[in-house]
């Protein structure tokens, strides 16, 4: 017997919220409360092509490159030649920054977005990169995919007419520098780091490494040149971007931090369609957020044998490393609720607490 998919909760609620936005239910005594107007409006849109632009800082090679690929396959398969799809990878249009601004403003109608960019949007969205929080990514799916934890984390979204249709790990943070092997929170003192988001930078200044800013796309320069030891970057990125060429020494630090990345289509476009489109956009959606899930746990777990093989020096921190590791770290707890609010990080840990039993 073949076993249904599970449908991420995320895209359950999104349904049922868009259904209710669209104006698809009734009054008590059973009439549709569609205006003649909104029928009219709703009847013309669904003989129209539905155009819609998609973007990605990544390249084709990186995990929200194939993401971007994916995806614009499952709208075609979904909707037909109801829809026109245009991709753009490797910020063709936009930096991380300005894509944001650009799905806003309606002038994109979707994008794949990196965490530490989404952290510009709302300071709470660091909070699922607390490190050590969640033992296994699954967990932190169902964590994150609880309304009430999805409000407080990502609710601010909205304000800026965004609206968050698919979350994905892009695997486990992976270390690595040209200096000597880590292997607990004593090495990585006096190193000079690139860290690809703020709550990144924290943890190696509690560590005593100094953070790095460096735009993605130069970090490979920046460790040629010596401007960096080394860096703390997804497992997705390392080979992807051929950092195994420049650096020696590779560590599993284990969930450090899970890093997340996320798709957010404008909520104005999404919810003016007819309700039909809505759910074929949401299934093309939650296929393509469930192949991204599968294809990073299958990569994350091959990635440090595939460093090994190329060259460099790996080093899986044992359950006690990373106990020294998360004591080590546990002050960043603390600098985070002073960003984010306690009450955000208490949730969390309980939901996840909740989850693990």
Wanted: a negative charge; proline letters at 4%; aromatic letters at 6%.
């Amino acid at each position: 017997m073949k076993k249904g998919r599970k449908i991420p909760a995320l895209l359950l609620t999104l349904s049922m919220i868009l259904s209710a936005c669209s104006g698809g239910g009734s009054d008590s005594s059973g009439k549709a409360d569609h205006a003649p107007a909104e029928k009219k409006q709703e009847a013309a849109l669904a003989g129209e092509t539905i155009k819609i632009k998609i973007t990605t800082t990544q390249n084709p090679n990186q995990q929200m490159g194939k993401g971007l690929a994916i995806l614009i396959e499952n709208l075609e398969k979904e909707l037909g030649d109801r829809v026109e799809v245009s991709g753009y990878d490797s910020a063709q249009l936009y930096t991380g920054s300005e894509e944001i601004t650009a799905c806003e403003h309606g002038d994109i109608q979707m994008f794949f977005g990196i965490g530490g960019t989404m952290e510009t949007v709302s300071k709470s969205v660091m909070a699922v990169k607390l490190p050590y929080l969640f033992p296994d990514s699954e967990t932190a799916y169902q964590v994150l995919e609880d309304p009430e934890i999805n409000e407080m984390v990502y609710g601010k979204l909205k304000e800026s007419g965004l609206l968050l249709v698919g979350l994905f790990g892009s695997g486990s943070s992976l270390v690595a520098n040209n200096k000597h092997a880590i292997t607990g929170p004593d090495d990585f003192k006096g190193l000079k780091m690139r860290a690809p988001g703020t709550m990144e930078a924290m943890n190696l200044g509690q560590l005593g490494a100094s953070s790095i800013t460096t735009p993605s796309e130069e970090t490979y320069s920046s460790v040629q040149q010596g401007v960096i030891d080394g860096m703390i970057t997804p497992t997705s990125v390392f080979l992807a971007r051929n950092f195994n060429e420049v650096q020696d020494y590779v560590t599993d630090p284990g969930l450090m931090a899970l890093t997340i990345g996320y798709l957010v289509c404008n909520e104005k476009w999404l919810t003016s369609l007819p309700q039909e489109d809505q759910d074929k956009i949401l299934k093309a959606i939650d296929t393509t957020i469930t192949q991204m899930r599968s294809d990073i746990q299958n990569e994350t777990e091959e990635i440090f044998a595939k460093c090994a093989e190329l060259g460099c020096q790996v080093y899986a921190m044992t359950p006690e490393d990373v106990a020294a590791m998360k004591e080590a770290l546990l002050p960043v707890y603390d600098e985070m609720a002073k960003e984010i609010g306690p009450d955000v990080i208490e949730a969390m840990q309980a939901k996840v607490e909740e989850v693990t039993k």
